[in-house]
């Protein structure tokens, strides 16, 4: 079954073309890289899937519901997550801060004003789970600001999974790190998305294969090519795009 | 019990004992001062929840002290016997349905703009308060009489008593300062929070910035109006200059001064400005430029304000004696 | 119709005056991403140097040189040694400064030259008046309008036809990039600042024996300037120049045709402005 489905996603940022036509299916619990050389539109595609940018044209449907134009926190709040390329964190709050106003979101308490947040049993355990799933006990106390990148790294990941999301786009999670965070963020990300259905978008291609169950070619705002790694591995037109870098 | 929460404990017992003696150990010309520097520190109080908490920067926050303001002077005239708590909750509630409107058009922007439109609304409600010489007598005001305040067991205190105004403002303010700060406490409260910190992510993570921040703003004008309803009981007067450019500006000096990274900070930066305001003003007529220096210190060097200051001298002070023992 | 054509000449003459202040507002904005609210500021003490100057020393038109000359350096010092510092707070620090100097300047101006308004007498040139339309104009707010375009075309020929204009103008679209490309941006910077400040003491010292000297002139001129930059759109000259002629005229004929509501509907506009296009008329959609 498909969760998410894009219909010929076209985006014009006045003028300039980023996108044309992209189609794409991702089927449930799967994990599907996107890949592509820069410029090809992969964050700006991630950007529209997750509202912050509408589509000049096309539809995008999640979980058989129209999501082309909802707002950023209504497509989270359907189970949609995503993380960023730059780290994007809450830098002056501590690591367990950071996860656990995820997830107060998670359990709706956003408007709550009748109990006190550091008291509440629920959230704090939630909170304290997700800390161990994904190996943060030690830097709990810590501000996220004064965590190394690789730390700051997990985070991102951390808050990007609190919400149990059922689909997540994670925008090259290895950015920036060095061959054994690499490795070891990779084992993490196969620890989590145990059961849930998972997009990516990398530039590391050892990563690429790794993971993913079937991949998406971009190239200058256009599916390339859609396929399973030995799929793509072979397509002559691949290996044009990418003048012999797979 | 560590010794930071120990200090503040003491410190807090010490500050609660002084305030409740303060009409016994002062002369009523102090008390009277009291009781105007515990009004602006709700009003910086309230400020501050837009500024410190939510990193919003009002230009235009005296609009809602003055709805209230406006409101108590408007009932007081044209009600007779409403009683007083009721013609407060009602000015409460008038600066509450102020900052909705006003919050719907702010807080959809942020940093200048968000500054500027603020301030935009302010003087629009200044030009409409000056004009409208009809209902408000515009910049020559209205006089205003302090009513009796009709308490269950206590009997009728008549507020023309400074002593009395005194206690009631202090309860009043006291409870609504510690809303306040139980508010920041609660889910929504960190949710403000933590916009201020990166307000995209938590838009990702599902939380409606807007109505977020909106909520806060409507509080904010909330304390606002409570703040402004007490003024006019304090002066016994009301003219446009409770929502005026300077009158802004006073909140916004009184919230950097003291400090806008602690929830008290304001509370410090009121006493600051009215103690000194007080002792300098009978100087120099030019009090204000020693203020606005002030300010701009402050604004360069010292960022957290004079509760900044305060902060490390504890700390150090904590330090030292735990070396020598 | 000659009163209506009279009214319109004086709302073009406080229009250009409020343009020359209202540039270097919004070109700061749109360059450094910071309201300077002391702005006005030099617009005021143009003002009050140049009635020091003209009272003191006798001559007026040596005020046009030196009051731009003074205020201009305390720009560049202003920007060299406060705001730099402030810059990496955030922009609400940025503001609170800002206006923290705008605050100073106008007790500062309290304190030298007292609370009242001063007189500067129109210089003894330009006093008097010429027939216009069958009535007389005074000279010197012919004055005005003519060397305000006369500026106007001064600051026209700069940004778009000399080097430095290129990479202010440069600077005010992509700060970033212009440091990238290897131009001094701080530099840059320190020079549209002190440029602007200049500017504004210049129409203050134009504008003073017109609307005469007072210390919250500072103020009322900033307010105005908020409108056009907002209106107009932050960091658009042009906008800042349509608006600001828009603003004068609104004010003209306001005063003469809904006196009670001039200033509500200018805070209104400005309002609307705000939330229906928040970058303004002519500014770029962020």
């Not at chain 1, 050389?37 to 964050?43: D, T």
């Not at chain 1, 997540?168 to 620890?191: C, F, H, M, Q, Y």
């Not at chain 2, 030009?127 to 006089?143: C, I, Q, S, Y």
């Amino acid at each position: 079954m498909a969760i998410l489905r894009l219909q010929d996603i076209y985006k014009d940022f006045s003028g300039l073309k980023v996108l044309f036509g992209v189609s794409m299916e991702v089927q449930q619990g799967e994990c599907h890289a996107i890949i592509g050389p820069n410029g090809a539109g992969k964050s700006t595609l991630f950007n529209i899937i997750t509202g912050l940018y509408k589509p000049s044209r096309g539809e995008i449907t999640f979980l058989n519901q129209d999501i082309t134009r909802s707002s950023i926190h209504k497509i989270a709040r359907m189970g949609l997550s995503r993380s960023f390329q730059i780290i994007n964190i809450f830098p002056k709050m501590t690591v367990f801060e950071n996860i656990r106003i995820a997830v107060v979101s998670r359990f709706n308490r956003r408007f709550n004003i009748t109990s006190f947040l550091s008291r509440d049993r629920k959230i704090l355990e939630e909170s304290d789970k997700i800390l161990s799933l994904i190996g943060m006990r030690d830097a709990r106390d810590v501000p996220a600001c004064e965590m190394s990148y690789g730390m700051q790294r997990q985070l991102e990941l951390a808050l990007t999974l609190a919400r149990d999301p059922i689909l997540i786009l994670l925008d090259e999670p290895t950015a920036g790190l060095n061959a054994e965070e690499t490795r070891s963020i990779v084992t993490l990300i196969r620890k989590v998305i145990q059961g849930k259905t998972l997009v990516i978008v990398e530039h590391d291609m050892e990563v690429v294969f790794n993971l993913a169950d079937r991949i998406t070619v971009l190239n200058y705002g256009q599916v390339l090519a859609t396929g399973t790694p030995d799929e793509i591995r072979g397509s002559e037109e691949v290996k044009k795009a990418y003048l012999g870098r797979i | 019990m560590n010794r930071r929460r120990a200090l503040k404990i003491v410190g807090g017992g010490i500050a609660s004992l002084f305030l409740l003696l303060l009409p016994v150990l002062l002369p009523e010309v102090d008390v009277h001062l009291a009781t105007e520097i515990l009004i602006f520190a709700l009003f910086a109080v309230s400020f501050n929840l837009l500024l410190g908490y939510c990193g919003l920067l009002p230009f235009g926050h005296a609009a809602c002290f003055g709805v209230g303001a406006y409101a108590t002077a408007l009932i007081f005239k044209h009600i007779t016997g409403m009683p007083f708590l009721i013609t407060l909750l009602i000015s409460a509630l008038s600066g509450f349905v102020g900052a909705l409107i006003i919050g719907f058009f702010c807080v959809r922007l942020s940093g200048s703009y968000f500054a500027l439109i603020s301030l935009a609304f302010q003087m629009f409600l200044y030009a409409v308060a000056l004009k409208w010489r009809d209902v408000t007598n515009g910049d020559d005001g209205m006089g205003v009489t302090r009513p009796d305040l009709y308490l269950p067991g206590l009997g009728t205190l008549s507020l023309m008593n400074i002593q009395y105004l005194y206690y009631v403002t202090l309860v009043i303010v006291a409870l609504a300062i510690l809303a306040c700060y139980l508010f920041l406490k609660t889910p929504l409260g960190h949710a403000a929070v933590s916009m201020r910190e990166n307000v995209i992510r938590a838009s990702f993570l599902g939380y409606n910035v807007f109505l977020t921040r909106l909520a806060i703003f409507s509080f904010s004008g909330f304390l606002a109006g409570i703040s402004g309803a007490l003024f006019v009981v304090f002066e016994e007067f009301v003219a446009t200059t409770v929502m005026d450019v300077h009158m802004s500006f006073t909140v916004i000096l009184m919230a950097t001064i003291g400090g806008t990274g602690h929830f008290l900070g304001p509370v410090l930066g009121a006493v600051f400005l009215m103690v000194f305001q007080d002792w300098i003003s009978s100087l120099t007529k030019h009090w204000w430029l020693f203020m606005g220096i002030v300010f701009v210190m402050v604004v360069l060097y010292a960022e957290g304000g004079l509760i900044g200051l305060f902060k490390w001298e504890k700390i150090r002070a904590l330090f030292v004696s735990e070396k020598e023992s | 119709m000659d009163t209506y054509i009279i009214q319109a000449i004086h709302g073009l003459v406080y229009g250009m005056l409020l343009f020359l202040v209202s540039s270097g507002l919004t070109l700061v904005f749109g360059m450094m991403g910071v309201l300077n609210l002391a702005h006005a500021a030099f617009y005021m003490l143009g003002a009050y140097f140049a009635y020091t100057i003209t009272v003191h020393l006798g001559n007026f038109w040596l005020s046009l040189i030196l009051a731009p000359l003074i205020v201009g350096t305390v720009g560049i010092g202003i920007e060299h040694f406060t705001l730099r510092k402030v810059h990496k707070s955030g922009h609400v620090a940025e503001l609170l400064l800002t206006f923290g100097l705008f605050y100073v300047f106008g007790e500062l101006v309290r304190i030298i030259w007292g609370s009242n308004p001063l007189r500067i007498p129109v210089p003894a040139l330009l006093a008097g008046e010429i027939p216009l339309m069958g009535t007389t104009y005074p000279i010197y707010r012919t004055f005005i309008l003519g060397f305000s375009f006369l500026i106007l075309i001064g600051m026209a020929l700069l940004l778009l036809r000399t080097r430095i204009g290129i990479i202010i103008r440069a600077a005010v679209s992509d700060a970033d990039m212009v440091d990238v490309l290897g131009t001094n941006v701080p530099r840059v910077f320190m020079g549209v600042f002190g440029g602007g400040a200049a500017l504004a003491a210049l129409a203050g010292v134009i504008a003073a024996p017109f609307l005469s000297t007072y210390p919250g002139m500072g103020l009322d001129v900033l307010l105005d300037c908020f409108v056009v930059i907002v209106v107009g759109g932050f960091g658009s000259l042009l906008g800042a120049f349509v608006t600001s002629l828009m603003l004068g005229e609104l004010q003209s004929f306001g005063v003469l045709w809904i006196p009670r509501l001039a200033l509500v509907f200018q805070f209104l506009l400005m309002a609307v402005v705000l939330i229906v296009r928040p970058t303004g008329l002519f500014g770029e959609k962020q």
